[in-house]
């Protein structure tokens, strides 16, 4: 096998573990959600872009959550919001497929490419009435 195929093969294989970590926000002892999301394509408008990320939450609460608003905050000191989800039902220890469209300024979504990703909030109101 040649050099260059060699350096493919390292560029795919680095590719593919910085895809995976980039893409993967894993619960940490003591937290009660986790997920896998991707971008799609980015749509210009006026100021920046429109996109839809596709998120794979889990919950690990415990139990199941009635109406949880999933937000997504930008990159960046002010984490502004760029998008949410309607009040949706979350289930005990399985995944939830969401799909929400976003709005990114032009520097956030530069931010996102240079790999500053998203935060990924879940707000819900607990049977205590504790939010």
């Known amino acids: ?5 060699l350096e493919g093969i390292w560029r795919v294989t680095f590719g593919c573990i910085a895809i995976v970590s980039v893409a993967h926000a894993v619960a940490d002892p003591g937290r009660d959600f986790s997920a896998f999301y991707s ?3 980015a749509q210009p408008a006026a100021g920046g872009v429109h996109l839809t990320l596709s998120l794979s939450l889990a919950n690990h609460t415990g139990s ?3 109406e949880a608003v999933v937000r997504v905050l930008a990159c960046g000191a002010a984490q502004r919001e ?3 989800s ?4 979350l289930a005990a220890e399985a995944p939830t497929a969401l799909s929400i469209s976003l709005f990114l300024s032009a520097d956030e979504h530069e931010a996102w ?3 500053c990703g ?4 879940v707000s819900y109101t607990d049977g205590e009435a504790h939010r």
């Open 86 to 89: 309607g009040a949706t039902e």
């Open 64 to 66: 199941a959550i009635a």
């Open 39 to 41: 971008a799609g394509p």
């Open 82 to 84: 760029a998008g949410a």
């Open 113 to 115: 490419q240079q790999g």
């Open 118 to 121: 998203p935060t990924i909030e």
């Open 1 to 5: 096998m040649g050099r260059n195929a």
